[in-house]
Structure formats: C-alpha cells, structure tokens
C-alpha cells in the first residue's frame, strides 16, 4: 500500500523559504508517476502547487511558478518543496501527493501538514 | 484558469438516502473529472476519475456521471462513513489542475 508522509517546518517566517518534504513508501519515486503538492487554505480552498516526474517533466501553477520549486532524493524515496518568498497567504495545509500520468488524477494523498507564515 | 462550482456547500441528508452533488466547469473539461471524498483527520481520498470510473476499493453505491461542464457525484444510499466533504477535480490539458469549494455532506 502506497503511503506518503509530509515533513518539514510548521513555522516560516515571512520573506523565507518554505521546504517541505514527502516521503513514499510502499512504491519507488522512480517507478513512474508525478509526485505533487497541493495546499488547501480557508482562502483559496484546495490550490494545486506543481507534480514533478523523474523523467524530468514538471508541471507548475503559473500562479506560483516563479516561487516554486520540486526535487527529489531517490535514495531516501523522498521529493520536495521549496516555496520562496513566504507570505501569510502561503498559510495553508500542504499536500503530498502521486499524480497519475494518464488520467492526471491525485491518488493517493498524506495527511498534510500545517505551515503557518508568521513572525 | 477553468473555475470547478459545486453546490450545494452543504447537503443535509439522513442515513440510507440517496446524495446527490453538482459540478459545473466554467469550460468544458470532456470527462476530465475527479472527485475525492475528504474526512477530517483522514488524507483525501479519490473516489471517481474520468467522470464515471470508481477508483479501486470504492463501493458501488458512489456513482458519478456527466461531460463537458455539467457532472453530478450519487451516493446511492448514505452510510455513517460516508458524512465528508467531497471535492471535484478537473484534469483537463490546461494547467492548472482545479478543484471546487467542495460540498459537505452532513446527517440530517
């Protein structure tokens, strides 16, 4: 059974980078699939951020393109965020996810992790 | 940006009857459309994929249907479980990927 797990601060502080981090198990990041990020605010509701394929294709938000960018450990089985420039409006629960290449729909999700951008 | 509608924000519904949820698509999206089930404390979970095809594990009594800008979610006859928030998704080949404000299924 695939489970993804996020990880990383849930504190930034404005103007700072929020990183975070989503670990796999029960499937290899490298067997396929795009691995991505969704946030959900109390603004904005659900808010696709970017999915990542090892194959080097990446898919972005053209809201958040310039701030945003995806990796990948392979040999923690892990991939990543990094949101530049934090904000208040980046609070939000962010999302890991497994994004099917064919049908392009999220299955299935962590649990999500709060960040909240504050001093 | 196609923008996802759901209504209604909330549906009050008793044990054993039948939901049914809407979604309209500023645009057409074809059969691009999913729908997630999300429970508080649980991660969202997929139920419905291109428009009518249960995602695996997903009893019977959740039925999706409709194309182009107009899609409707059934739950045929609620159980306890079943009391969430339900999202829909479009996946059409136009970024970004979008969701609706999602419909929260309560007991009445």
């Known amino acids: 059974q695939v489970q993804l797990q996020e990880s990383g601060p849930g504190l930034v502080r404005p103007s700072e980078t929020l990183s975070l981090n989503c670990t796999v198990s029960?499937?290899?990041?490298?067997?396929?699939?795009?691995w991505g990020w969704i946030r959900q605010s109390p603004a904005k509701g659900l808010e696709w951020i970017a999915s990542?394929?090892?194959?080097?294709?990446?898919l972005y938000n053209p809201s958040l393109k310039n701030r945003v960018t995806l990796s990948e450990d392979t040999s923690k089985n892990q991939f990543s965020l990094t949101l530049r420039s934090a904000t208040a409006a980046d609070t939000a629960v962010y999302y890991c996810v497994r994004q099917v290449p064919g049908t392009l729909n999220f299955d299935p999700w962590g649990h999500g992790m709060l960040v909240t951008v504050s001093s | 940006e196609i923008v996802m509608t759901q209504s209604p924000g909330t549906l009050s519904v008793s044990p054993g009857e039948r939901a049914t949820l809407s979604c309209r698509a500023s645009q057409s999206v074809n059969s691009n459309l999913a729908w997630y089930q999300h429970k508080s404390g649980h991660a969202p979970r997929l139920l419905i994929y291109?428009?009518?095809i249960r995602a695996a594990g997903i009893p019977r009594r959740f039925s999706g249907s409709g194309s182009g800008t107009e899609f409707t979610l059934t739950i045929s006859s609620l159980q306890s479980e079943d009391f969430a928030v339900y999202y829909c998704?479009?996946?059409?080949?136009?970024?970004?990927?979008?969701f609706g404000g999602g419909t929260k299924v309560e007991i009445k």
């Open positions: 990542i394929a090892l194959n080097g294709n990446s």
């Open positions: 029960g499937y290899s990041i490298t067997s396929g699939f795009y």
């Open positions: 291109g428009s009518s």
């Open positions: 998704q479009q996946y059409e080949d136009r970024l970004p990927f979008t």
